[in-house]
């Protein structure tokens, strides 16, 4: 029997703008919570402008280090079925947001448990894989000691760190690809 070559990937989107995003997938720390800070930026192409239809999705540990997250946390419509938001009290460490027409996205969470970032995953048109990637918080104890942020030397290194931006804000570009090595995102390959 003659072994079939592997299906060829296919480029991700643009339809997933549509059907992915729900109410509220940015806001992963309940309203009002004392601690919530917010993890912005822009998805920016090879020419430095925003990619208006990218989808960024966050991944954390709960403040406590906790791992579980939160299933259900998501509501539905008694009638339709449509997912109609988050029920905004359950914390579950995972957010999904599509970037606007300037390629903004915008994360409200709480500070990660036991680690100085927020694991980012990336969706684009015209990439055959999603991205992954890191924003590590400026502020956050033990940012200058991670066993993975000291391996990359430290002109890429600048590309993983948040920049503050106000109380509690950070800003973190995501450059899918640049003329500059040194200002392209450093993207991981967990393959």
Not at 146 to 163: E, F, G, K, N
């Amino acid at each position: 029997m003659t072994a079939t070559p592997p299906t060829p990937s296919q480029t991700v989107g643009p339809f997933y703008g549509y059907a992915l995003p729900f109410t509220g997938g940015g806001d992963l720390a309940p309203p009002g919570h004392p601690d919530t800070l917010t993890l912005h930026g822009r998805v920016l192409d090879g020419a430095g402008q925003g990619v208006p239809d990218a989808i960024v999705e966050a991944w954390q540990p709960a403040p406590d280090g906790s791992r579980t997250g939160a299933p259900g946390s998501l509501r539905r419509d008694p009638v339709t079925g449509a997912i109609i938001g988050r029920d905004t009290v359950a914390f579950t460490g995972f957010g999904r947001v599509a970037t606007d027409a300037d390629g903004h996205f915008t994360l409200r969470t709480l500070p990660p448990g036991g680690v100085p970032y927020i694991s980012l995953v990336v969706f684009a048109r015209g990439l055959l894989h999603h991205l992954y990637t890191r924003a590590y918080l400026h502020d956050a104890a033990g940012v200058e000691d991670d066993s993975l942020l000291v391996r990359i030397p430290a002109p890429r290194r600048a590309t993983l760190v948040t920049t503050p931006d106000g109380p509690r804000v950070h800003r973190f570009d995501i450059r899918l690809q640049s003329g500059d090595e040194h200002e392209e995102t450093v993207f991981l390959d967990f393959g």
